[in-house]
């Protein structure tokens, strides 16, 4: 029998208009909201207070609800070293929803005013930095652009960074947004489970079998 | 003067995204950065594109900015002092 030396801790799912996590859907919104809203909704129905999210682009919102949701009731600095925390995000569309906002400011050379705080969330890492701040993580990031989610390339990547000691627990899955679009997946990968109870071995078919998960 | 502190106030909130902000809330006299509204650098970067934008007035060096900056009174009375017309 294969032998497993990581575990998907917890995960969490922001999709049509719904937030899950593990086993549990949290919250559902009005599906006639657009992203933008249906985000405000989530963060103020969790009670969130982290006044620089109404300041993010949407994918950064997106990515910020996942992980709030995501190590609510964890204390990820006090279990591990702040460099022993990677983030490794995926998504098909990349910051392009911003990067047209930021193109339509600029189109007009009679009235070309580039806004500052759109211009710096023109890139998809962007997402991962805020995470970063947020929860005091140092560890490795890289933020990958696939054509879809990839479940065997996601674990391949996470699994060497443990094998290789550079990470003991990482926050990985796929962000993605483009205009009414909108898909956020994360899971909670330890290499040392300081939980026994309802987890899951890290593998590309868990990791699918979540990934597909409709409530 | 108050009228156009109360304007910019609004432009703030706006330009600045502080949706859970009302005009209320913002001391015109407190610091902008750091402590009062405790605003970033790219915060103050926004703030000069809103007096280009919306008052054609631009800050010709940083320690202007640092000046003009200083609050919504400071901005205000910045653009009472330099606004052409």
Known sequence: MMEHTSIIHDYCLIRDHQVIRGDQVL????????????????????????PKFYKMDNLCKL?????????????????????ATGIIL?????????????QNSITDRTAYYPSPSVFVYT??????????????????????????????????????????NLVESCITGWIELDGDRYDGVL???EKSPSVTNG???FEPGKLTEIYSRRS | MEQLIAKLKNEIIEVLNLSEM?????DENAPLFVEGLGLDSIDALELIVLLEKNY??????????????RSVRSMAEFITENKKG
Not at chain 1, 136 to 161: N, W
Request: charged share 25%.
């Open chain 2, 56 to 69: 054609g007035l631009k800050l010709g060096t940083a320690e202007e900015g640092k000046k003009v900056l």
């Open chain 1, 90 to 102: 995926y998504n098909a569309s990349s910051s392009l929803d911003t990067d047209r906002n930021h």
């Open chain 1, 27 to 50: 919250y559902t919104g009005d599906k006639s909201m657009p992203p933008a809203s249906f985000f405000t909704e989530i963060y103020r129905h969790f009670g969130m207070n982290y």
């Open chain 1, 199 to 201: 987890i899951v071995n």
């Open chain 1, 123 to 164: 890139l998809a890492n962007i997402v991962i930095g805020e995470i970063c701040i947020r929860h005091k993580l140092y560890g490795e990031s890289t933020f990958f652009i696939e054509r879809e989610f990839d479940a065997e390339r996601l674990y391949t990547y996470v699994q060497q960074l443990l094998d290789d």
């Open chain 2, 22 to 26: 009302a005009p209320n809330d913002i």
């Open chain 1, 187 to 189: 899971y909670l990968v």
């Open chain 1, 63 to 83: 990515g910020f609800l996942a992980a709030e949701i995501l190590l609510k009731d964890k204390n990820l600095q006090q279990s591990y070293a702040p460099y």
